[in-house]
């Protein structure tokens, strides 16, 4: 009976509990979090609240407690440098030291990264630091995108076409953000279809998962600001209906290079998620960047159907040995959705904001699975916080099938909240398919 440890709290990390313990050698789970998380605190022997800064009380509640390992959610406490912290009390972790987690925390050494040892995938793009030459590079480029370098939770990605209209327009922006972060990167906007692509790494090996396809837009259609993510969906087939194989190989091949590369760069193996957030384009499969850990909320389409013991999972991770581990998942599809305050992405003065810190109601949500994420647990109940609530998952051996689960337990969640209907719609891929056919004049 071995203790981990998780470190987070969200609906990923109550995903990530659960495969823990689904685990055959009975595992005893400790969780440190930022917030409680009732599903994850219901999961656990023992929680510990605080900040994923403070290093000591998470070392600390580590060594007391004689965890075998850890397994970090989120990219603050990696950013942080837990990794580091609890590798120096003899703890290892599945997740990426400090200098590691730079292929996530920052944007621009993951690209210049790529560049330097020649792995495609990469867009035409420049990193600056001041605004001195960007007015020429951006006059250079077709369609543009601005990335601020650093954590920006998944909503620091300014695009043409959706934020802004003209290069002007966007060198206003990059002003802004010059202002905001030490530098800037300015890429060429890719036309194509994106989809993600959670990799497990030992350092040498890597091993990709079902492909999950998440929509970061908060309403239906794609439409309105971008948010941590809406929900997501998997096929049965582990594939996406718009993509070619040669697709998924090329993303592979791109994660495989970009690991070797970092064990070059750094001298240290990477052991953790590789999280590549790619797009399928009319020249095969491009980078748009890489998460180092699972995402949120496609860890929760991916870990439910992990056949292979995560216990066993996470020590081939940490022990360099992943060749070795046959890893499994099961032929099913999932959709994801995640209700959120009806306030959630929108403006302060926005009449839907007074949503947030209100309570809501859970009734039979039936086959479907809910992960809980920034909820706050009362004496009289659950309430919302400005974030995204619950993730709740339906899975099944079809997509319309998988979607009518996740449907049947969204409505089965009272308050005022919202969702987005259109995720793991026939409608919704379908206009996938004919953008790829449109742009790869299939």
Not at 85 to 96: E, N, Q, R, W, Y
Not at 152 to 175: I, M, N, R, S, Y
Not at 293 to 299: L, M, N, Q, S, T
């Given at each position: 009976m071995p203790n981990i440890l998780l470190v987070g709290n969200g609906a990923r990390e109550h995903a990530m509990a659960e495969a823990v313990l689904r685990s055959t050698e009975k595992p005893l789970l400790f969780s440190y979090m930022k917030a409680n998380n009732p599903g994850i605190a219901s999961l656990s022997v023992k929680t510990k609240i605080g900040s994923?800064?403070?290093?000591?009380?998470?070392?600390?509640?580590?060594?007391?407690?004689?965890?075998?390992?850890?397994?970090?959610?989120?990219?603050?406490?990696?950013?942080?440098?837990?990794?580091?912290?609890?590798?120096?009390?003899?703890?290892?972790?599945?997740?990426?030291?400090?200098?590691?987690?730079?292929?996530?925390?920052s944007k621009a050494f993951t690209r210049n990264l790529v560049s330097k040892y020649k792995i495609p995938g990469n867009p035409q793009y420049k990193v600056f630091k001041a605004i001195g030459g960007v007015e020429e590079f951006l006059n250079t480029l077709d369609g543009i995108v601005l990335k601020p370098d650093g954590l920006?939770?998944?909503?620091?990605?300014?695009?043409?076409?959706?934020?802004?209209?003209?290069?002007?327009?966007?060198?206003?922006?990059?002003?802004q953000i010059l202002t905001e972060s030490s530098s800037l990167i300015v890429e060429e906007k890719f036309d194509g279809e994106e989809f993600s692509l959670q990799c497990l790494c030992d350092g040498q090996t890597v091993v990709g998962t079902p492909l999950v396809q998440d929509h970061k837009r908060r309403f239906d259609d794609d439409k309105g600001p971008n948010t941590g993510g809406m929900g997501s969906y998997s096929m049965p087939d582990h594939s996406m209906p718009f993509l070619k194989p040669s697709d998924i190989e090329e993303g592979l091949e791109i994660t495989r290079q970009v690991a070797s590369a970092l064990l070059k760069e750094t001298g240290s193996p990477y052991k953790g998620i590789m999280y590549g957030g790619f797009i399928?384009?009319?020249n095969g499969a491009k980078l748009l960047e890489y998460n180092a850990?699972?995402?949120?909320?496609?860890?929760?389409n991916i870990l439910p159907l992990l056949k292979t013991d995560f216990v066993d999972v996470c020590r081939h991770i940490i022990e360099g040995t992943l060749d070795k581990l046959k890893i499994e998942f099961e032929q099913k599809a999932t959709v994801c959705k995640y209700v959120v305050p009806k306030g959630y992405g929108l403006p302060a003065d926005h009449p839907d904001a007074a949503s947030s810190r209100a309570k809501i109601e859970i009734g039979n949500v039936g086959k479907a699975r809910l992960y809980y994420s920034s909820v706050d647990k009362k004496e009289d109940g659950l309430y919302l916080s400005s974030s995204r609530a619950i993730g709740i998952v339906g899975i099944a051996d079809t997509l319309d099938a998988a979607?009518?689960?996740?449907?049947?337990?969204?409505?089965?969640?009272?308050?005022p909240v919202a969702y987005r209907e259109d995720i793991g719609t026939n409608a919704l891929i379908q206009k996938r398919i004919d953008h790829m056919k449109k742009i790869r004049k299939d």
């Open positions: 994923y800064s403070d290093l000591a009380a998470i070392t600390n509640f580590a060594t007391e407690n004689k965890i075998e390992f850890a397994v970090i959610g989120p990219e603050d406490p990696l950013n942080n440098g837990v990794v580091d912290a609890l590798a120096i009390t003899g703890i290892p972790a599945v997740g990426p030291t400090k200098s590691l987690a730079r292929l996530e925390t920006t939770g998944g909503k620091g990605v300014l695009v043409q076409g959706d934020h802004f209209a003209t290069p002007q327009e966007a060198l206003t922006l990059c002003t399928a384009t009319k850990r699972f995402g949120d909320p496609e860890a929760m979607r009518k689960i996740a449907e049947e337990g969204v409505k089965a969640v009272s308050g």
